[in-house]
Structure formats: structure tokens, C-alpha cells
């Protein structure tokens, strides 16, 4: 009796010590297996999440459809204001999509929706509940396949009642993506997360569907990526809390698409089965594959194909098959010597430089972000032989760098430069702001380097493409001069 006290209290003080959110890992725990048998008009009560005020609220809801692998619940409210019948031929489209579509398309994908944690209510359906949420389209919690207190003890995703029906649609394609990969992954980071549940819609074959395709959408561009074009110092880490999570989403997509094309979708499904996360898990599975690349480099390339999307280049290593996509230009140069300062890098996003008619010969002088950060540079010449690339990562120590280029009757020049750490391991798991540094630059016709540099150097051929491009990068202290004069400058 002693010991059933012991066992019962040390029960509770662990429950207590549990705590829940959204986007936090919580231990989990078999609780009793609950065999669900619902039925088309019952009545439940379901724990929603509130993410204005962070609270738990409760949400009164009945059945009006059963699929092969769904439920669909509508809470109370909303169907009074449409009306039953209407309800009910909403939440059976939904059901016919989702037992048709989207649920064989994304196991396909991403593997059985238990996952590695199992089933919690021992009933193959998936719990989808609409109702007027507080903000945003839909979500998902994990906490609902795990025990604590708000548990709905079942799998389950909320989708917005204000949603159209292609609204509805994608948004369960997606949330029941973050379904299944959180059943199999709790630690990955967000631009994974949201990356590789954009492209489930994708993968569903909606982004290629007239009828899902919003007014003047590109095939296979999703609505996030759409936005994203025009602004690439987007970062692809971090996703703004405030205001601008929505670029960050298709930059995240524009992504995955990439790395699906370029190495396969199998990359994507085996990033659930191994213990590395973020960009040290794509290096680990790239790795596994055959490919020997570092996040970095891949990062250079994927941002020089957002850029040019130019197919035939390196095995198509700079442009994208089933997409057309042009990342904005940040500043378009007509005449050289040009110069700017204090232009905003956001890490992992990239500013985009075009020269218009540059000359021969021009060389690229620009600061590098302070340690332990990095810059990534690509250098993309378009002349008489072709397009040519030059790609380089300089540690950073706040330093002027130097990249001189050279080609024959250069047609077009763009430089991408952004703001990287060295050696990346990880990424965010949580929705916050983009760390950022104000980089100054100055771009100079011919060769541009300054004589006095304690750095010895010589001129070496880089074959790139299909031309040899000639690339130099030094550094080179900014003296007491230059520093007071870009004090005064900003």
C-alpha cells in the first residue's frame, strides 16, 4: 500500500512538472488506448489553442462527416451561420479530398501518419476540426497525441472557418503534413517544417490544378512563393513573428522544391529517419546519397538559381525544371564606379546586384560581417561563352573583401552576396527575427585592388562553367580614414 502511494503521488508531481505550447518538444508518454466510434452528429467539446492571448479554450463541435481517414467536425457556431446542409456539404468535400487525395499522397510522401510514436486513440482517422480560429488558416498540435492537461488525446488539425474551399483544401494538405513529420521528428527546424509542407501541396498536385491556382499564379508556384520573388533578403532561417513569416514560408518552399529536383524526393522522406536536424541533417542525407556538399554551398547554389533560372547549366544546377521563378533585384547598376553603404543583409537572405552592361573587367569591394558570421558571394557573368559562376564564402571580421571578374563582351553581371555562419549546424525551431548587419560596397571598372595590401596574391584561372573566370579575393584592413569616414556615413 505503501508503495501504491509512493507510485500514485510521483504520477502526479510528473504531471504537474509537463507544460505545453505549439512549437515545444514534450515528452511522450503511452497513455490508456482509446478505441474511437463516431458517428455522423455527435457531440464533443475540443481543446483549441488561442494564440493571440497563448490560452486553451474550449470549442463545442459536431460530426457531419466520416471519411475512410477523417472526421470532420465543424464547431457549433459556424453551423448556424451556414446553415446545416451547407455545413454538411462543406465538411464532405473536405472528407472526399482528404480520403482521395491528400492523405494517400502525403503517406506516400512522408510515410504512415503514426510515425514512431504510434496511434494514441486507436482509430486510423484523422480529427479535423473547423472552426473560427483566432488567427491564421490552420495549425497543428502535438500535444494532442501526448498527455497533458489541454490533450484532445487523438491526431487532429484545425482549419479556419473563414477559409474558401481551395483555401480549406491546401491548408488541411499542409497541417497534416506537419502531422506526420512531427510524429516522426520533434526537434527539425521551422524552414523545414514549413518548407517541406508547402511542397506537400505541391506534391498533391494543387499547385499544378487551374482551379487551385490563384489569379495571375505561375504553375507550381505556391501563394507564399509568389510574394517572395520580389523580396530575396528574405531570410530562409528565420521566420518574422510579427509581420513577414509569409516570405519566409515561400522562401522555405522555393527551397525544398529545389533540393527535391536537384537530389530526389527520397532526401526529404529519409530526414525523418535519421538524428541530425536542420541544415546538418540535409548535409548528413545529401551525404548518405552520394552528394558531398556542405549547407553552405548548396545554399550559393540554390539562391543563384533563384536568380537566373537558367536550365542547361552544370546538369541544371542553376535553374529549376518545373518552375519559373526570378528573385527581384535589390539595385540595378547602369555605370560603374558605383557604390552604396549600409545595405541590410539578412542572415540567410541575399541582396541581388545587376550590372547592366558592365565592362570586361570589374572588381567587387565589400564589407564582410563581424565573427563569427560569413559572407557568401555568387558571381554570375553572362558573356560571349555563356553563363559563368564564381562562388565564394569569406570569413568574416568586418573587413573589406576584393573579387575581381573578368569575361569576354559581357553581356549581363549579377553578384549576390549574403550573410551565412560558417560551418552551419542548426537552424531556429522558433518563429523570431532575422539577425541582420549593414554591409557597405563599392563595385570599379578594371582591376581594382589596392597595391598596398599586406596580402601576397597572384591571378589564378577558376573554371567555373564553361569559361575560365578570372577570380582574386583578398582582404584588406580598412584604414583609421575609411573607418571615420563610413561612421559618418550612416
Avoid at 522558433?430 to 597595391?451: C, H, S, V
Wanted: hydrophobic content about 35%; some cysteine.
Amino acid at each position: 500500500m505503501h508503495r501504491k502511494m509512493i507510485l500514485i503521488l510521483s504520477l502526479i508531481v510528473f504531471s504537474c512538472l509537463l507544460s505545453f505550447s505549439s512549437k515545444e518538444t514534450i515528452s511522450h508518454i503511452e497513455p490508456e488506448v482509446l478505441t474511437l466510434q463516431e458517428n455522423f452528429g455527435d457531440q464533443r467539446d475540443f481543446w483549441t489553442r488561442n494564440f493571440v492571448i497563448q490560452e486553451y479554450e474550449q470549442v463545442h463541435a459536431t460530426l457531419l462527416a466520416v471519411g475512410n481517414w477523417c472526421y470532420l467536425y465543424m464547431d457549433n457556431r459556424t453551423i448556424d451561420q451556414l446553415g446545416q446542409s451547407q455545413a454538411i456539404q462543406k465538411c464532405e468535400i473536405y472528407a472526399d479530398e482528404f480520403d482521395d487525395n491528400i492523405y494517400p499522397k502525403n503517406v506516400e510522401f512522408m510515410g504512415d501518419p503514426d510515425g514512431i510514436f504510434g496511434d494514441i486513440d486507436g482509430d486510423p482517422r484523422i480529427t479535423i476540426l473547423i472552426y473560427p480560429a483566432v488567427r491564421g488558416g490552420g495549425y497543428y498540435l502535438e500535444g494532442n497525441e501526448m498527455d497533458h492537461t489541454h490533450s484532445n488525446y487523438r491526431e487532429m488539425i484545425y482549419i479556419n472557418s473563414v477559409l474558401n474551399t481551395v483555401q480549406a483544401i491546401t491548408t488541411i494538405c499542409h497541417e497534416f503534413n506537419h502531422l506526420i513529420l512531427f510524429n516522426s521528428d520533434l526537434n527539425e527546424a521551422d524552414f523545414l517544417i514549413e518548407g517541406i509542407a508547402e511542397y506537400s501541396i505541391y506534391h498533391a498536385g494543387y499547385f499544378s490544378d487551374d482551379s487551385y491556382i490563384p489569379p495571375g499564379l505561375r504553375l507550381n508556384l505556391s501563394y507564399h512563393a509568389n510574394y517572395y520573388e520580389d523580396h530575396p533578403e528574405t531570410s530562409l532561417f528565420y521566420f518574422d513573428p510579427v509581420e513577414y513569416a509569409y516570405l519566409t514560408y515561400g522562401a522555405s518552399y522555393m527551397f525544398i522544391f529545389y533540393l527535391v529536383e536537384q537530389y530526389g524526393i527520397q532526401v526529404i522522406t529519409n530526414l525523418l529517419a535519421i538524428d541530425s536536424d536542420g541544415p546538418k541533417g540535409v548535409e548528413k542525407v545529401l551525404l548518405h546519397h552520394g552528394y558531398n556538399i556542405s549547407f553552405n554551398e548548396l545554399f550559393l547554389n540554390w539562391i543563384t538559381a533563384c536568380t537566373i533560372d537558367q536550365l542547361g547549366i552544370h546538369n541544371n544546377l542553376y535553374g529549376f525544371v518545373n518552375l519559373d521563378f526570378h528573385s527581384a533585384i535589390s539595385t540595378e547598376i547602369e555605370n560603374l564606379p558605383y557604390s552604396r553603404n549600409n545595405v541590410q543583409h539578412n542572415c540567410y537572405g541575399f541582396d541581388v546586384k545587376k550590372i547592366n552592361s558592365p565592362p570586361n573587367e570589374f572588381t567587387l569591394k565589400i564589407e564582410t560581417p563581424k565573427s563569427p558570421r560569413s559572407l557568401g558571394i555568387s558571381a554570375i557573368i553572362h558573356d560571349d561563352n555563356g553563363w559563368n559562376i564564381t562562388k565564394s564564402i569569406v570569413t568574416g571580421n568586418g573587413d573589406f573583401t576584393y573579387l575581381y571578374l573578368t569575361g569576354e563582351n559581357i553581356e549581363t553581371a549579377y553578384i549576390l552576396t549574403s550573410m551565412i555562419k560558417k560551418d552551419v549546424e542548426d537552424a531556429p525551431r522558433d518563429f523570431i527575427t532575422a539577425p541582420f548587419e549593414n554591409l557597405d560596397y563599392r563595385i570599379y571598372e578594371g582591376y581594382n585592388i589596392p597595391e598596398q595590401s599586406s596580402f601576397s596574391f597572384s591571378i589564378t584561372a577558376v573554371l567555373i562553367v564553361f569559361l575560365s573566370s578570372l577570380t582574386l579575393i583578398v582582404r584588406k584592413r580598412r584604414s583609421k580614414k575609411n573607418r571615420n569616414f563610413e561612421k559618418r556615413s550612416e
